[in-house]
């Protein structure tokens, strides 16, 4: 009988004529949580009537309890449950699903004796730091404000920034053991609702273990998880992220991750950083020319080194020619394993110095470049000139604003180079050929990945390699296709009355 009568509570189907006896919700809590020793319990006396207070002590902050739950109960016992005036946020429960679920988010769940309603209260224990600049994305003007691990403080900073009735916000769990909270929020009224449409029906087909961070969801909601190029913006800056909204785009955040995925993005998004609208027009402009020139610098100078020297060699000017044979002829490796062997290297002592503590990896990454790049070049075994290509690239990959585009060119490199050691400069225009042509291919939530050159858009032009003046960018991304183009009506009219 006992047993039937769990059953029943697990398939949510109690009445709020089932009369539970103390006992049994108690038993039935243990049980679903294995007995875990973190599974407190407080005896209480309400009204002559006996109860409990459940709570997990890891996730609920037991002062809290005692000042929003214990105080109140005690000053106020002579009054119904419903109306003593606790200082907490406080919902009824009618089933006990209801009260796991509100225990494994951090709440505590009051059961009494003879009540048909337990209460849950909002007891969580506060783990989320304070908010700093994000070390990927640092900037010299503007905000300095990053997200944190907690998506309720993540989303306060955007409504205090967003302060609309349309910013909607549409929350779901994902992971069948995480149980993680994750939040889509896009602005009503201007954001593509096919978009939205889009994004529901992938996020509602995930079924999966688990869901630490975002990163788990790209692969799952992105169109060609197998290309090299990012689908997905990521971004732990506020200020970008609500601009981004403000574009008529989607944003996801997750709990327990300071990073927000913004999404459908092009290409040149990654390349385009808070600094370029915060300076002046020409400052923001040739930067961002830098970064996205940096982009295919990083690409190609490795690949043109090697095949200039093995193809194309009456192409270097006399002045440096004598200079170029002298550094490459006693060497005993063809140029593509100088490239393989120096550009691996300098991946290690990179890969080197993130994973170490922060100063023991910065002494890594310049002493050991430096020993190792001098003993190298001392023994001969490669050129002084390709350590200096293989530097220059690697320092033009460090100049890109995203750190997933940064690391796709510094991967791309290497077959561009097997390419241009077999073929020489018709290898490197083959695999020009086919990274355009891919990136043509790609979308983005089903937005053209390679816009606006592809398909090509003259407007969007004023805000992809260059910037033009703010009070020029009169229109949103024709690509996203929102309710509401204009982003500025008669921008800069004072001019015309001073007139």
């Known amino acids: 009988m006992k047993q039937a009568l769990f059953e029943k509570i697990k398939n949510d189907q109690p009445s709020t004529n089932d009369d539970f006896t103390l006992d049994t919700r108690v038993e039935f809590i243990k049980n679903s949580f294995c007995k875990s020793e973190d599974l407190l319990m407080i005896p209480i006396l309400y009204k002559e009537m006996k109860g409990v207070i459940v709570y997990l002590a890891t996730i609920a902050d037991s002062e809290k309890i005692q000042e929003s739950i214990l105080f109140p ?11 003593i005036p606790f200082t907490t946020e406080t919902q009824s429960k009618i089933n006990l699903s209801d009260s796991i679920n509100a225990l494994l988010r951090g709440n505590s769940v009051v059961v009494i004796e003879g009540s048909e309603k337990i209460f849950s209260f909002n007891t969580k224990k506060d783990f989320s730091r304070s908010p700093k600049e994000p070390d990927s994305e640092k900037t010299v003007r503007g905000s300095h404000i990053g997200f ?13 920034g967003i302060e609309n009735t349309n910013l909607r916000i549409i929350y779901h769990r994902k992971g069948q053991y995480t149980n993680t909270k994750i939040a889509v929020m896009y602005i009503e009224g201007l954001t593509n609702p096919n978009l939205i449409k889009t994004l529901e029906e992938r996020l509602q087909t995930i079924s ?11 692969e799952l909601v992105e169109d060609m998880p197998l290309s090299p190029f990012p689908h997905i913006l990521y971004t732990e800056r506020l200020d970008r992220t609500i601009a981004q909204l403000i574009e008529g785009r989607i944003v996801i955040l997750s709990e327990g991750s300071a990073d927000a995925l913004v999404l459908p993005v092009s290409f040149f998004s990654f390349f385009q950083t ?11 402009s040739v930067f961002r020319l830098l970064r996205v020139t940096s982009f295919f610098f990083s690409l190609l100078l490795p690949a043109l080194y090697i095949a200039i020297i093995g193809f194309h060699f009456e192409i270097i000017p006399n002045e440096i020619l004598v200079l170029v044979k002298n550094s490459v002829e006693n060497i005993p490796f063809p140029p593509l394993i100088e490239a393989m062997i120096t550009a691996f290297t300098i991946e ?12 023991i990896g910065q002494t890594i990454g310049i002493v050991g470049g430096l020993i190792i790049g001098d003993a190298i070049v001392s023994a001969g075994l490669i050129s002084n000139v390709m350590v200096i290509v293989i530097a220059l690239t690697s320092i033009s990959s460090f100049t890109i604003a995203s750190y997933e585009m940064s690391n796709t060119v510094r991967l791309l490199t290497f077959p561009i180079m097997v390419l241009a050691a077999s073929f020489g400069f018709v290898g490197i225009i083959f695999a020009l050929m086919f990274i355009i042509g891919h990136l ?11 816009t606006p050159i592809a398909p090509f858009n003259l407007q969007g032009l ?8 703010i009070w020029m960018l009169k229109q949103r991304p024709r690509e996203l296709r929102v309710k ?8 800069r009219r004072w001019e015309k009355n001073e007139k």
């Open 148 to 160: 944190v691990e907690n998506l309720s403080t993540n989303i306060g900073f955007i409504r205090q």
């Open 348 to 359: 290690l002592i990179r890969e080197a110095g993130i994973r170490l503590p922060t100063p």
């Open 462 to 469: 004023k805000d992809a390699i260059i910037r033009f003046p």
């Open 208 to 218: 999966t273990d688990m869901t630490f961070s975002p990163g788990y969801l790209e």
């Open 274 to 284: 808070t600094d370029d609208y915060n300076s002046r027009i020409i400052t923001g």
């Open 73 to 83: 109960f005690i000053k106020y016992r002579e009054l119904d449950i419903g109306d």
């Open 484 to 491: 509401n183009k204009i982003r500025l009506n008669r921008p």
């Open 440 to 450: 043509c291919k790609l979308e983005s939530l089903g937005t053209p990945y390679f």
